[in-house]
């Protein structure tokens, strides 16, 4: 690597670090210290101050930490209601997946919880609450976690992470209506300020032939992206954090709690511009721009293939899998939800209050220390399954199951290339195949990631035994 080279890549990252959380130090011993609370921030063209939700100071939060390197994570809650932190897409040990009364006891205002792990998969990771999701989440209640592999070291010149939100907020900074009955039954609500790290379309500098990693991930709870690029091709190289073999960037969608990573060769003239776009509606919308200047890098590096080391996951047996369904499902009435909510207590942020969607026929009540309702299916450690997934509604929903990472095989309506992931976007009316092996014993929750879809029955979870 050519000085130069060396010098740039420490650029790269140091912009990133600049976004995480500093070790902490004296009493607390943990690797890192989360305080969640309410924290003003500003937002860009708000009149005045968003009293957001958040971990640390800065938003948003980028943690970094060290494939199969142990870490302790502590979190401190706040806020005025219990909550935990789920480790999306992070294949950890059960009792750190953060669901309240389905993994831990909540996390009480004022309590702590401390969380530790070694992550098993490198890549971008998602952290949140699990429940009253669409409040915390809608306040920007979110971090990323990013794990770091040796294996990847020097194989890009400049990498930015690139976190997407949309916020629910007036001119003023306040917060403009979080949910409604009418778009939680539909797509969601949307959000009128889109943002990019917190910005509106940042801008971010590389030098002309810089090989250039974009670690894209959508923390919003309802805006599904097509992301697309102008002024140079891009590869998506991993999905949901994991490698891919590389294919062509063209409208990929990035449904919420997805990630993408993307990865190009930035132009050799200098004063080019790069932009990431969302293509949804006719006339893109800018995410990002990429203002090429400077040097030019060595032409060395621009024929090596933009590509990871391959992702090293179970690998299931298609040949002998066990076959399972899972119908997604509106405008159910179960119920069985209002019966099993009897059994609650006075658990509010938990409970499901509106019924509007369906796994299986049945819409998940909530979630409550006196008990739980069946599971969608009981699996066997180790054990392949293929779950076909049918999307009978005519909406849009990116399904996430906690705990493991799944091999994308196959659909009815796309041409999908086979990838992992652990969080998948359905079309309306689509059949699309996954596959995976059992991982550890628990209960898995497996949800629609759109928040108010999620929260309003289209939820359930697989038992591991
Ligand atoms: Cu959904």
């Known amino acids: 690597m050519s000085q130069t080279r060396r010098q740039f890549l420490a650029t790269g990252a140091a912009a990133i670090a600049a976004t ?25 063209g708000c009149g005045g101050p968003t009293l957001a939700w958040t971990y640390a100071e800065t938003w948003p939060l980028a943690l970094r930490v060290k494939r199969r390197q142990p870490v302790t994570i502590e979190f401190r809650n706040g806020l005025k209601e219990h909550s935990s932190i789920h480790w999306h897409g992070l294949r950890i040990p059960h009792a750190m997946d953060g669901v309240p009364w389905i993994t831990q006891d909540p996390v009480k205002p004022g309590d702590r919880f401390t969380y530790s792990f070694a992550p098993p998969d490198p890549g971008l990771f998602f952290f ?58 539909r797509a969601g609500t949307f959000g009128r300020l889109r943002t990019t790290n917190g910005q509106l379309a940042p801008a971010y500098q590389v030098r002309p032939g810089a090989r ?33 073999a590389p294919f062509p960037l063209a409208a990929w969608p990035l449904g919420p709690a997805m990630r993408a990573d993307l990865a ?29 200047a400077g040097e030019p890098l ?28 899972l119908d997604l499902g509106a405008g159910v009435t179960d119920p069985a939800v209002a019966e099993f909510q009897k059994l609650f207590g006075a658990d509010e942020i938990c409970t499901t209050q509106r019924v509007f969607w369906s ?10 220390a006196t ?59 689509e059949r699309l195949k996954i596959a995976f092996v059992g991982g550890e014993p628990g209960d898995w929750m ?20």
């Open 20 to 44: 995480a959380l500093p070790r902490a130090a004296g009493a607390a011993t943990a690797d890192f210290v989360l305080e969640a609370k309410e924290r003003p921030i500003r937002l860009p």
């Open 212 to 244: 250039l990693r974009l670690r894209c991930i959508n923390v919003d709870a309802s805006r599904i992206p097509l992301l697309d690029l102008a002024g140079a091709a891009g590869q998506v190289i991993a999905t949901d954090g994991n490698a891919c």
């Open 128 to 185: 949140h609450p699990h429940c009253d999701d669409i409040t915390a989440l809608s306040h920007g209640l979110a971090g990323v976690i990013i794990v770091e592999d040796p294996r990847e070291e020097g194989l890009f010149d400049q990498e930015e992470l690139l976190v997407l939100m949309d916020w629910r907020v007036k001119d003023d900074g306040s917060y403009d209506t979080i949910t409604t009955d009418k778009t939680a039954a």
């Open 371 to 429: 008990g739980k309702p069946e599971p969608l299916a009981v699996m066997k450690s180790g054990t392949s399954y293929i779950v076909e997934i049918f999307n009978g509604t005519p909406h849009r929903h990116p399904m996430h199951l906690h705990g493991h990472t799944f091999k994308v095989i196959g659909s009815s309506k796309r041409d999908v290339p086979v990838h992992w992931a652990d969080t998948v976007l359905l079309e309306p009316k």
């Open 264 to 292: 190009l060769i930035a132009p050799d003239e200098a004063e080019a511009v790069i932009e990431l776009h969302d293509v949804w509606q006719s006339t893109p919308v800018v995410l990002a721009r990429f203002e090429v």
């Open 446 to 465: 497996v949800h629609c990631h759109i928040i108010e879809h999620q929260e309003t029955g289209m939820m359930g979870y697989y038992r591991v035994a």
């Open 298 to 325: 060595p032409m060395a590096g621009r024929d090596r293939p933009l590509a990871l080391p391959p992702a090293e996951l179970p690998e299931p047996d298609l040949a002998n899998a066990v076959k399972l369904e």
């Open 359 to 368: 796994l299986n026929t049945r819409a998940w009540p909530g979630m409550a």
